[in-house]
């Protein structure tokens, strides 16, 4: 997938020029005499150098400060909802995250493109460990990479499969708090390569919660409550999302929660781009079990800006950008 989308966003690592002159051969400062022993006509083979194992790296995904207020605590029988989880508690989930974009710009900048996606499906293993100040830390380990097709998607399901399965064995790790409050989150890989750093940038941007906030206040059926969150656009615009949560059923142990999410960010300028007009909209749909750890979840989410760009003619440009994500989080057991 083309990554038109952050052209405006990321600046590209510049690296420096390779010399275009060769450097003068080394010369034998031993003087060559009748004496002089001839070389061995047979050089034995240098020993083979063993390359350097890669170093393992781990990339900090953002977690935004992030505040309640009870607006209804509900009717009928309540109870204060948690993120039910022990230590050493498993799960084997699957993961699946959708990402499209559009670009509209003039002409001489790119035109109108855009990108779908095919779906990323990662195979995890959750594993629950100690508690601390944060809450309760959780690893999700990438056990196996796959895709499906998606209308409008430009590449196959096979490509994309190709190009992400370096993924396989990446470690998902954190800490969240009964209320669903996330803290210390980071992608970690034992051996990248040189593809890694583009297939973890695609997670981590794309990557949401993958549990409601909840309140601390028992609640019961109809309860409502207001989210605010920082929240980061690309990893680099600044902005505020705020998601209205309700409960809309409880059946037995089943907690079923909708939400729906509101983002609005003021103009901002960053490394000379001027960034306005940020606003989005998106949903949350999850059913929360007693003695379930991680919850099936959908959450999904569009987000469109402006970006004053310079242009061939050295003035600034107006680009608009269209962001859709999703993340569905199925427990398999």
Known sequence: MRRILFVALVSACSHPAKPTTPPPPLTDPTPVTADTKPADPKPKDPTPVKPKEPDPIDVPLATGKTTYKLVSPGKGTKAVLKIDGKAGAKQVLELALDFAGKQVAPKELGGTQEDVAPTLVLASELEAGDADKDGLKFKVTFTGVDARDRPGAKATKEQFKSELGVLAGTVLSGSVSASGQLANMSLHVDKPTDKTMAALELVRISMMPMWPVLPTEAIGPGAKWQVTSAYTIADRIDATQTTDYEIVSHKGTAW??????????????????????????????????????LPTTTTKLTTDFTASITGPDSKPTAVSFHLDQALAVTPKQ
Do not use: M, P, R, W
């Open 256 to 293: 079923v929660i909708k939400a729906s999410t509101k983002l609005k960010g003021a103009d901002q300028t960053i490394k000379d781009t001027k960034f306005e007009k940020i606003a989005g909209s998106g949903s949350f749909e999850g059913t929360l079990s007693d003695g379930v750890f």
